[in-house]
T-cell receptor, first 108, second 113 residues
Framework: RKEVEQDPGPFNVPEGATVAFNCTYS??????FFWYRQDCRKEPKLLMS???SGNEDGRFTAQLNRASQYISLLIRDSKLSDSATYLC?????????FGSGTRLSIRP | EAGVAQSPRYKIIEKRQSVAFWCNPI?????LYWYQQILGQGPKLLIQ????????DSQLPKDRFSAERLKGVDSTLKIQPAKLEDSAVYLC???????????FGPGTRLTVL
């Protein structure tokens, strides 16, 4: 079993829809959590950190559920430009583990 | 502000050959990371430097891969000899410290024939 798992998708949703995906992690000692965005053939870029209290940045909301060991990302009012792969990242001491990513495609 | 620079951007070699990649991090960033990203997968951390010291290299295949950051700035990653399964994008990232946001370079796309 992988330490960080994501549904690979693709999620294909219409513009303006709300979409959510989860990322599960297996090691309860994991300390910090992030969502990165990666466009096709580009490098990953930080989308947002995930705090215990949850956090929101515009149309994006991230939440952490330590009891069930997962983090989530919610995108409201999706735009065509949101089409990308979303990577979940978990840090534990010096270990940094990326999930394989969830592909999101927004259609007009 | 200049971002993370990597070269070359593309490299094609035959198996058993050697190859080296270069990374110049953002000025002042103490932490430097090398990742391997195979098509369809997330990046896998190969090695993490704090200044010129190694913080973590537990996933670096040390029989064929080596990396150095001698002066705590630029870094090189070498593969010797390359195997077919080394075909991937090699990403370099830097951050001000170990717990800060990582900034990635554009990567080097390696094809081993």
């Amino acid at each position: 079993r992988k330490e960080v798992e994501q549904d690979p998708g693709p999620f294909n949703v219409p513009e303006g829809a709300t979409v959510a995906f989860n990322c599960t992690y297996s090691n309860s000692a994991s300390q910090s959590f992030f969502w990165y965005r990666q466009d096709c053939r580009k490098e990953p870029k930080l989308l947002m950190s995930v705090y215990s209290s949850g956090n929101e940045d515009g149309r994006f909301t991230a939440q952490l559920n330590r009891a069930s060991q997962y983090i989530s990302l919610l995108i409201r009012d999706s735009k065509l430009s949101d089409s990308a792969t979303y990577l979940c990242v978990v840090r534990r001491a010096s270990k940094i583990i990326f999930g394989s990513g969830t592909r999101l495609s927004i259609r007009p | 502000e200049a971002g993370v620079a990597q070269s070359p951007r593309y490299k094609i070699i035959e198996k058993r050959q050697s190859v080296a990649f270069w990374c110049n991090p953002i000025s002042g960033h103490a932490t430097l990371y090398w990742y391997q990203q195979i098509l369809g997968q997330g990046p896998k951390l190969l090695i993490q430097f704090q200044n010129n010291g190694v913080v973590d290299d537990s996933q670096l295949p040390k029989d064929r891969f080596s990396a150095e950051r001698l002066k705590g700035v630029d870094s090189t990653l070498k593969i010797q000899p390359a195997k077919l399964e080394d075909s991937a994008v090699y990403l370099c990232a830097s951050s001000p410290g170990q717990n800060n946001e990582q900034f990635f370079g554009p990567g080097t796309r390696l094809t081993v024939l």
